[in-house]
């Protein structure tokens, strides 16, 4: 479940609950990030690319994948990057072998052991004492070797397309969307970020060519273009992403917050361009027949 915490606003102070988004990972698990509560939130005062995503592993597969730093926009007008951490597999398991040695160690096996076949031998300690020890040990080992080996491979495995495609290609076994609710614009393209990813797109960045409005996203093969603002997508908007998309030699999709105008959606059904409307709830919405072909069968 996503945590809910208490977030203080380092421009004007006030104190403000924020719950961490869920990222749907190509495996279907839900990836959290994990909020950092012991270094103190910062502003964001110009945008850097490295600082706008962060790696993240799936609690599921232990793949690693590149999410949208988590945010806050503040009422006084400050945007809020909020610090995350993400656990590594060594302190993941390094609480486990100490339950186990507990449960070896315990007086569980003992009692159980002790008086069935040897209720004879009740004033030798000696014996009693070292015949657990040397039965439990063992068990321990081979049951705790195997389970790094699994946890670390992932992370030797810095190029996991081939499986990832391999999960999402399958429209039977694509998993319910998880939306990210949209208070601000960074919502937005968060939101249209998971749809792709969850679509069957992965590696989602930035796009290298700036787009005339909204920002701009790239994946393998695809284009996308997300209008946060409150005007509807114009003409040329449609036509410029499709240009964009002809030069890349790459699919398009288009994704507004705010609709698009009449001679907009002509202009994509004639362009082939999947249309999507975003509502407050982050669920992209199909506004034509493309899109609608897209939602169904997935990249």
Known sequence: MPESVPVRCP???RERRYTAPCYPCACGAPVTPVLDRRTTPT???HRVWDDEWVALRCPGC??????PHPELGCACG???????TDPTPDSEQGPEPGPGVRRTAGPERGPEREPSPERGRGPGPGPDTTAPTSTSTPPPPSARTPAPGPDLEPDLNPHPHPHTHTHTEPGAQRRAFRPVAIRTARDAVTAAALYLNWLGHADIRRADQRPTSGIGLAARGLVAQVDPSV?????RDVECLWLTAMTESADCVYFSLAGYAEDARARADRLRVPLFVLDL???PQPVNAMADALATRGS
């Open 62 to 67: 232990g793949r690693r994948h590149q999410w």
């Open 78 to 84: 400050a945007v809020i990057r909020i610090p995350v």
């Open 231 to 235: 005007n509807p997508a114009s003409l």
């Open 43 to 45: 502003t964001v005062t």
């Open 11 to 13: 421009a004007c102070r």
């Open 281 to 283: 709830t982050g669920t």
